[in-house]
């Protein structure tokens, strides 16, 4: 069985959706394997452990089987999932950070940081020399927000109406975001051009 049509996604999510709201465990493990991979790489931006970040994304997917007669997804199927992982990995973050007395503040720390680990052999940046790199470093230095609005984007392939529900802002602000890193980008490739 494959429900998730990759010409036409958005097509066959509401039936995907319904079949596992049906108890169809096939569609749920579609549906697992569909996003596994990429949910742990986004979780383990904001953790920083990759081993957290698998267990957040099993959590995430273990919540939607176990409450999937009254799952309810409003919009992007993909937004949901990313939505879910963020706000699990950010609930996990505090707890950490509280059980290690840690501030406050980590969370905020956490909260829209997004970074790109170079380390990942699998990490497509990494591989790309030249200009490529050069753009995910001056990324790295940008506000965290704005940094995990391009990620989300760019990495991740998430619309920005999607990119919205995710982070819980207008559509408006996330275009706002990716004209300011673009502009960003072109003042500051410029002038290491020029140096």
């Excluded at 699998?122 to 790199?133: E, F, M, T, V």
Aim: proline share 2%; net charge negative; hydrophobic share 35%.
């Amino acid at each position: 069985m494959n429900i998730l049509n990759k010409n036409n996604r958005h097509a066959s999510e509401p039936y995907l959706i319904l079949e596992i709201c049906n108890g169809n465990e096939k569609a749920y493990e579609e549906l697992y394997f569909e996003y596994y991979y990429q949910l742990c790489r986004f979780a383990e931006s904001i953790t920083k452990c990759s081993e957290l970040a698998r267990d957040i994304v099993q959590e995430v997917f273990l919540n939607i089987w176990v409450k999937r007669k009254s799952w309810e997804v409003k919009h992007s199927l993909k937004a949901y999932l990313y939505q879910a992982v963020r706000n699990q990995a950010l609930n996990m973050v505090e707890q950490q950070g509280a059980r290690h007395g840690l501030s406050v503040r980590l969370k905020e720390e956490f909260d829209m940081q997004s970074k790109a680990t170079a380390e990942e052999g699998d990490d497509p940046a990494s591989k790309l020399p030249g200009l490529i790199n050069q753009i995910w470093e001056l990324v790295e230095e940008m506000p965290d927000q704005r940094k995990m609005v391009f990620v989300l984007h760019r990495k991740h392939g998430l619309s920005y109406l999607e990119i919205s529900e995710v982070m819980g802002i207008a559509r408006k602000t996330v275009e706002n975001h990716m004209g300011k890193v673009f502009q960003e980008l072109r003042e500051k490739l410029d002038t290491r051009v020029y140096l």
